[in-house]
Every structure is written in C-alpha cells, then in structure tokens.
C-alpha cells in the first residue's frame, strides 16, 4: 500500500510564495508525481508533473513560470509557489502513479489535500 501526505499549505496574500510537500510512504518505489488543485465548485484541474527520475516537467498553462515541481528523493516531491494569485486558491492534491501524466485519471494513489487561499 502507498500513503501520500501533504503539508505546506495555508493563507497568503497576492503575489506571495508557499512550497507544499508530498511525502509518499509504504510500498518502496520510485513514482511519477503530480499535483492537481480543485477549487470549489470546479473540476480537479492539473498543475504539475515530474517523471520517475525527475528528468521530465510539465505545467499546466497557468502556471507555468510561477510554479516549479521538484523531488530531492523518491520520497519527497515539492510544489514552490510564487506569485500566486487568488485564483490559484483550491485545494491541492498530490498524486501517485508508475508512469503518470497530465490527467487525473493515470494516477491510482492520491493524499487527502491541502488548503491554499490567496487573498486580494
């Protein structure tokens, strides 16, 4: 069985920063990872993904060059936040998978999400 918990998230103003973190624990492997946000009353919508060895990133278009996805391990995968905007506000959620991409529908673990609210 795979755990994926993140931390990280909170309340900022507009054009400030927030770093959440996916830890990912049980079965030992190495993950493509992503993160998705829903923000209420929309759908879950993509933000970013990073391949297995780190070597491949992709960002959804909004927030690409104020977003970067990272890993220092494969147990640790990093969402910096900067600029952010009040409509970057959802709930964020990692997700797990051995290949991954861009829809939600690749990734078979998921943590329980964390809050981010950016006021105007």
């Known amino acids: 069985q795979v755990q994926l918990v993140e931390s990280g998230g909170g309340l900022v103003q507009a054009g400030g920063s927030l770093r959440l973190s996916c830890a990912v624990s049980?079965?030992?492997?190495?993950?493509?990872m992503a993160w998705f946000r829903q923000a209420p009353g929309k759908e879950r919508e993509f933000v970013a993904f990073?391949?297995?060895?780190?070597?491949?990133t992709m960002y959804a278009d909004s927030v690409k060059g104020r977003f970067t996805i990272f890993r220092d391990n494969a147990k640790i995968t990093y969402l910096q936040m900067n600029s952010l905007k009040p409509e970057d506000t959802a709930v964020y959620f990692c997700?797990?998978?051995?290949?991954?991409?861009?829809?939600?529908?690749?990734?078979?673990?998921w943590g329980q999400g964390t809050q981010v609210t950016v006021s105007s």
């Open positions: 990073i391949s297995r060895n780190g070597g491949s």
């Open positions: 049980g079965r030992t492997f190495r993950y493509s």
């Open positions: 997700a797990a998978d051995p290949v991954g991409g861009g829809s939600q529908f690749h990734y078979n673990y």
